[in-house]
């Protein structure tokens, strides 16, 4: 379309405009249509990974003997976060990551035939930039991805603190001690939350870096 507006003759320009207009209606067309397809299927298989999962980590909850539920890490709470949580991440990693793998893929090397096609020495140019970009995702992906341990760490103490305040309402009621509950929740969520503020401006600046390059 670019090289179209530069066109001096307006009859050329408005036919071979009109022309352009279409394949890119057609091609947001064919983008809807396969998008959703995407999402759709890959949706269902992640759904089906998920409540498979989900099934079989609580048939071996169920097998467990009492004496590991006594243990404050195997609490009600924090079990129900793992369910909920935990595994809703395994799909996001199973599914989700295969589809943008094979999209940019796809992207790649339809893009190399095409600008190898067209013009070589840009597209030696381009691939020169590759590098920088495969680095900024490689960051961002640890920025996204590291330092999870203590975050996990942080919501499995606030996750058992709630749980336990809930099972045990009434007696926290009694002692009026719902606020003393509150801020040692706070607490448990105050290192994690810091470290989120952290590592968002460490993403940013990292994703900043990729889509500058």
Request: overall charge negative; glycine content about 8%; charged content about 15%.
């Amino acid at each position: 379309m670019l090289f179209v507006l530069m066109l001096p003759n307006k009859e050329q320009l408005r036919e071979e405009s009109d022309e352009w207009c279409l394949y890119m209606f057609i091609a947001a067309i064919v983008n809807f249509l396969t998008g959703f397809l995407q999402k759709f299927l890959f949706g269902i298989v992640g759904e089906n990974i998920t409540l498979s999962v989900r099934s079989a980590l609580y048939q071996s909850i169920l097998k467990k003997n009492l004496g590991w539920f006594d243990l404050k890490e195997n609490s009600a709470s924090v079990l129900t976060s793992v369910l909920a949580s935990d595994v809703q991440v395994l799909n996001g990693a199973s599914t989700e990551g295969v589809a943008v793998i094979i999209e940019s893929l796809f992207a790649v090397v339809c893009g190399i035939v095409i600008g190898f096609s067209y013009s070589w020495k840009v597209s030696l140019v381009a691939l020169g930039c590759v590098p920088f970009m495969i680095l900024g995702g490689y960051i961002n992906a640890k920025f996204q991805g590291g330092m999870s341990e203590i975050e996990e760490s942080s919501y499995k103490d606030a996750n058992l603190i709630a749980g336990d305040a809930i099972s045990n309402y009434r007696t926290v009621a009694s002692f009026a001690h719902d606020e003393v509950i509150v801020n040692q929740y706070d607490r448990y969520l105050e290192p994690s939350s810091k470290k989120e503020i952290k590592k968002a401006h460490l993403i940013g600046m990292a994703y900043g870096f990729s889509q500058f390059v």
